[in-house]
């Protein structure tokens, strides 16, 4: 804005028609850059509902295939639980605040739990080849596939070029401003309110569009609420055991 004022206005000139032709260019380029806004923010908008529908789409399989761990073996349903249980600890763990190392971490041992899962019903799967245990195996399918879909929301992120585009566009959009304001001197402060008001808006849809950072993050409420039920029943089997 201050390069549109100080060095480009000295082309400006004071013919009537131009100045109209000016406050056009200006209009369109301002609405251009309203239009691309919303248009982000709608994206980035989008994608944080898709992440939060994925936790609790998560949390719903992992739920699920806890309960269904009590058709099997009663060792290996107990086997079952204790990974979903650690399971569950590393995908509260993944929608926390960490840096790209930790993450890094936590996504390998999810893995892992993973892997150990499916070797703990595999010999059960080739043995038992029942219903009721393709039920089981179908909802660790669920679980798995869970994580994998969680991963891949999280990795949608807003295009590198878009944000190029809407930088260039708001730049041009301050030149403009900038350059047909005839007592930008004067009033400073009144013409700073345009680019800050910009900057806010960029900075909004950035922190919306990035899941571990800043400061609008998916909670994941509906995993802490099924560790919460997991670590109950656990408990009450625990309690009946003892009594028994």
């Known amino acids: ?12 000139t004071k013919d009537t028609e131009t100045s109209a032709d000016l406050g056009i260019i200006q209009t369109a380029t301002l609405t251009l850059l309203g239009l691309i806004i919303g248009f982000t923010f709608s994206m980035a908008m989008a994608r944080y509902d898709l ?11 992992i ?3 806890f309960l269904r761990a009590d058709l099997l073996p009663s060792k290996t349903a107990e086997s079952i639980k204790g990974l979903l249980n650690e399971y569950v600890d590393q995908r509260i763990l993944f929608y926390s605040k960490q840096d790209r190392e930790t993450a890094k971490q936590i996504t390998q041992r999810t893995l892992a ?6 070797n703990e019903l595999l010999p059960i799967a080739r043995t038992q080849s029942t219903p ?3 039920l089981v195996i179908s909802g660790m399918n669920d679980v798995i596939n869970s994580h994998g879909y969680t991963q891949a929301a999280w990795w949608n992120r807003i295009p590198t070029a878009a944000w190029w585009l809407m930088a ?16 930008f001197q004067r009033n400073v402060g009144l013409f700073m309110i345009f680019p800050i008001m910009i900057s ?15 400061v609008i993050r998916i909670d994941p409420r509906n995993l802490i609420d099924l560790k ?7 408990g009450s089997v625990s309690t009946i055991g003892v009594k028994k």
């Open 228 to 234: 919460h039920n997991m670590n109950s029943a656990q």
């Open 63 to 65: 739920g699920t295939e």
């Open 51 to 61: 992440r939060q529908t994925y936790e609790e789409a998560e949390a719903n399989a």
């Open 200 to 214: 806010i808006a960029f900075f909004l849809i950035a922190d919306i569009d990035s899941p571990r950072g800043g």
């Open 168 to 183: 260039a566009v708001a730049v041009c959009a301050n030149v403009l401003v900038g350059f047909g304001a005839r007592n």
């Open 132 to 134: 009721t245990i393709a």
């Open 1 to 12: 804005m201050w390069f549109g004022n100080a060095v480009l206005s000295a082309f400006r």
């Open 113 to 118: 739990l993973e892997n150990a899962m499916w």
